[in-house]
């Protein structure tokens, strides 16, 4: 059974940092798209980040490009989302998930396996 564990999230104020990390269970972790997504309460789960299998291709969504890097450690089964001048707007529950495909998809339903979440919460 494939267990992705969450770990990073916390409060911090506008203007900050924060890095999240997500790690894998299973040998071949290498093999697939990994993506973080987040959940605001009282609204849906919309994608933030994915990147494809070598670590080689990134896709963001608009609202946190040029502030948010994913990135991954296929050696230690981990992908990591480094989070820069956050906003207040950027406070949810962080998943990562992971999908067997191509890396350029947005969709929460393509995606098969999620972590528990973590909370961030940015303080204005």
């Known amino acids: 059974q494939v267990q992705l564990v969450e770990s990073g999230g916390g409060l911090v104020q506008a203007g900050g940092s924060l890095r999240l990390s997500c790690t894998a269970s299973?040998?071949?972790?290498?093999?697939?798209?990994m993506g973080w997504f987040r959940q605001a309460p009282g609204k849906e789960r919309e994608f933030v980040a994915a990147?494809?299998?070598?670590?080689?291709?990134?896709y963001y969504a608009d609202s946190v490009k040029g502030r948010f890097t994913i990135s991954r450690d296929n050696a230690k089964n981990t992908v990591n989302l480094q989070m820069n001048s956050l906003k207040p707007e950027d406070t949810a529950v962080y998943y990562c998930?992971?999908?067997?495909?191509?890396?350029?998809?947005?969709?929460?339903?393509?995606?098969?396996?999620w972590g528990q979440g973590t909370q961030v919460t940015v303080s204005s």
């Open positions: 998930a992971r999908r067997s495909g191509d890396w350029r998809t947005s969709v929460p339903e393509d995606y098969h396996y």
């Open positions: 299973g040998r071949t972790f290498s093999s697939y798209t």
């Open positions: 990147i494809s299998w070598s670590g080689g291709n990134t």
